[in-house]
């Protein structure tokens, strides 16, 4: 069955530093999904990407980040200098339409 | 501002219970409906959607229901057993993003 694959698993960087999080989403599908998860919060929006451009992002996602899909199968996370407080779980997403999203299993960034 | 609710925060049970989960939701303008499963330290595992225009959604042992106006749903999840353990999360659609509740941790015991 198809699934959402990402790498790394785990990130470690010292803060200041540039990481990028890597994800390839389903073959067939259009959209595609950032989320991360702080330790014993809800897992929040990030980011939205669809034909090429970003559709919509949360208050989260500021000039720090950026999304591209470089080719046609990878879809990726910049984060351009690293927080303390960025530290989290980063999940990527997709979905064919908007309807069900399905998760990768997630990167484990932490910022020391 | 849609805010997604549920109960209760944590449950544990013998194997062989029948038991629902909660989720509350305060904007009934929503698209879909959809609940995860989530093991610890792991991705989350796509369980059930339901779309806006249903009632209920059937998988195997689990049911999903959406009542739209009073801004709830609820997962029943029949002969319950020890591998349902792990977290489950409701998530509103709201155009194109999923607005998480903070989880119900389900623990049961044999």
């Known amino acids: 069955e198809p699934e959402v694959t990402q790498t790394p698993s785990h990130q470690v960087t010292q803060m200041g530093q540039e990481v990028i999080l890597r994800c390839v989403p389903i073959?067939?599908?259009?959209?595609f999904y950032w989320y991360r998860q702080i330790l014993g919060q809800k897992v929040e929006f990030l980011v939205s990407?669809?034909?090429?451009?970003?559709?919509?992002k949360s208050e989260i996602f500021d000039d720090q980040f950026s999304v591209e899909r470089p080719d046609g199968s990878n879809f990726t996370l910049k984060i351009r200098s690293t927080k303390l407080e960025d530290s989290a779980m980063y999940f990527c997403?997709?979905?064919?339409?908007?309807?069900?999203?399905?998760f990768g299993p997630g990167t484990r960034l932490l910022v020391l | 501002k849609q805010e997604v609710t549920q109960i209760p925060a944590a449950l544990s049970v013998p194997e062989g219970e029948n038991l629902v989960l909660n989720c509350s939701f305060t904007?009934?303008?929503?698209?879909?409906l959809q609940w995860f499963r989530q093991d610890p330290g792991k991705g989350l595992t796509s369980l059930l959607l339901?779309?806006?225009?249903?009632r209920e959604q059937t998988s195997g042992r689990l049911n999903a229901s959406l009542d739209k106006s009073s801004g709830r749903s609820t997962l029943y999840i029949a002969a319950s057993q020890p591998g349902d353990s792990a977290t489950y999360l409701c998530?509103?659609?709201?155009?194109?993003?999923?607005?998480f509740g903070t989880g119900t941790r389900l623990q049961v015991f044999p």
């Open positions: 073959s067939n599908h259009l959209y």
């Open positions: 904007d009934s303008a929503i698209y879909n």
């Open positions: 339901i779309q806006s225009s249903q």
């Open positions: 997403a997709s979905s064919v339409v908007s309807g069900t999203q399905y």
């Open positions: 998530a509103v659609h709201n155009t194109d993003k999923l607005i």
């Open positions: 990407f669809y034909n090429n451009e970003i559709s919509e």
